[in-house]
């Protein structure tokens, strides 16, 4: 098994399912061609399906010509994990200067 922590191993898919404590990292690997990381940056913007009020962003860091994402483990270890479990709409936007644009989104 890849060592999680290393930025080399990050998956290229979102998670279908979080641990509550992890640390969660993936990567987009293909969305640097229409959206360099050098001139935008990008961020996931999840809201539990059903309710507004629960929600969360993570905001990406360079990796390479990638965009990396990572969700620390006190985001996701929360005393109350059953007002956070469920399926989440998420939507990803990618923001240059005062542009905005959204090349994803998804459950």
């Known amino acids: ?3 999680l922590f290393d930025d080399a191993n990050a998956p290229e898919t979102e998670p279908a399912t979080i641990v509550a404590g992890d640390q969660v990292k993936w990567k987009r690997t293909d969305l640097g061609t229409d ?8 961020r ?3 809201r539990l399906e059903g309710t507004g009020s629960t929600t969360f962003d993570v905001a990406s860091a360079d990796s390479g010509d990638d965009f990396l994402m990572t ?12 007002s956070i479990t469920g399926s989440y709409i998420f939507c990803v936007t990618a923001t240059a200067r005062a542009s905005r644009s959204t090349p994803a989104h998804g459950k």
């Open 1 to 3: 098994m890849a060592n």
């Open 35 to 42: 959206y360099p990381n050098t001139a935008y940056s990008l």
């Open 44 to 46: 996931y913007s999840s």
């Open 71 to 82: 969700i620390a483990h006190g985001t996701t270890a929360v005393s109350a994990p059953a």
